[in-house]
């Protein structure tokens, strides 16, 4: 499947509406009780991205991207204005913001992750668009300048040489969600001073 690597307007994205998603199933028994079955173990992302069109020149640069990208057939990057960072909103990301694994003196590969945690729960989100220039690595609390490089279309971190054996290694970084277009069709509205609007134009996030 196709995917380009060039990022949504983020003028129009700071306006767009959506957030994370989850299919649970559930069941009420004839005794008022319920039965919950998660049936996605991952959130998925929605967003509507007419909200963020405020200008003319806002919709004809959607309607350009939406026929760049062919519709729903090609995934591109967005930037979650709600949900973009390794840390919190109020920081910048740092070497220690997120753990992506333990050195074992063999494995130089390692996935960008960002880890969702509240009391006792915790849910692991796979980073795969990392933002090129922003990611930060650190082995054993100690950040390192060189010696590794991320691929900016997968988020996995490659090492020129193994991490030692117990080392934390953990990475801070700015990401993006790789979305597509979820509709065919851009109905797009005239008013009598010749501005237009989109009702709705909804993105979905792409999981591989």
């Known amino acids: 499947m196709a995917f380009h690597e060039v990022r949504f307007p983020d003028a129009i994205s700071r306006g767009a509406r959506g957030g994370p998603e989850r299919r649970t199933q559930v069941v009420e028994l004839a005794s008022g009780d319920e039965e919950r079955n998660a049936s996605w173990a991952n959130s998925r992302r929605r967003y509507d991205i007419a909200y963020g069109i405020r200008r003319a020149d806002d919709l004809a640069a959607v309607v350009a991207f939406f026929e760049a990208r062919n519709g729903r057939l090609c995934g591109f990057r967005f930037k979650d204005w709600a949900d973009y960072t390794s840390c919190l909103p109020s920081q910048a990301p740092g070497p220690l913001d997120q753990v992506i694994g333990t050195g074992d003196g063999a494995t130089t590969l390692f996935p960008l992750v960002k880890r ?93």
């Open 116 to 208: 969702y945690i509240s009391g006792a729960q915790t849910w692991t989100r796979a980073i795969t668009r990392p933002v090129a220039g922003t990611t930060r690595i650190a082995l054993g609390g100690v950040e390192q300048a060189e010696g590794w490089a991320v691929d900016p279309s997968s988020g996995f971190v490659t090492f020129a040489a193994p991490p030692a054996n117990g080392a934390a290694i953990t990475a801070g970084f700015e990401f993006d969600v790789p979305v597509r277009f979820d509709t065919d069709t851009l109905d797009v509205t005239l008013d009598l001073e010749r501005m237009g609007s989109i009702p709705s134009i909804p993105l979905l996030e792409i999981r591989r």
